[in-house]
């Protein structure tokens, strides 16, 4: 079954960077589409950053300039560079991914079908 496990979340203050990775399993994850979301208490799952199966990459707009979506396909790893960090992007990162060939900017949570279990980030002021 498809595997997707996030790490790099952590605590740090406002400005600071981290960088999120999502290891994926079982399947080869080059040409299929993925996506950064996030979710802070109280409030919907938000879509960060997709990178589609033609490797166009799609921000957010409250991101745009500060994170940057990359995949290293040789190690099957979608990342997540996020700089400038600031208090409301705290929250539970999700990385996703759908085992169909899509392109096309896609941020909607409901197109993904397999999800990673979450990396906290927490920024303060």
């Known amino acids: 079954q498809v595997q997707l496990v996030e790490s790099g979340g952590g605590s740090v203050q406002a400005g600071g960077s981290l960088r999120l990775s999502c290891v994926g399993s079982?399947?080869?994850?080059?040409?299929?589409?993925m996506a950064w979301f996030r979710q802070a208490p109280g409030k919907e799952r938000e879509g960060v950053a997709c990178i589609d199966s033609g490797g166009t990459t799609t921000y957010t707009d409250s991101v745009k300039d500060r994170f940057t979506i990359s995949k290293d396909n040789a190690k099957n790893t979608l990342y997540l560079q996020m700089n400038s960090l600031k208090p409301e992007d705290t929250g539970m990162y999700y990385c996703a991914t759908d085992l169909l060939w899509r392109w096309g900017p896609d941020l909607k949570a409901s197109s993904y079908k397999y999800w990673g279990q979450g990396t906290q980030v927490t920024v303060s002021s």
């Open positions: 079982k399947y080869t994850y080059a040409n299929y589409p």
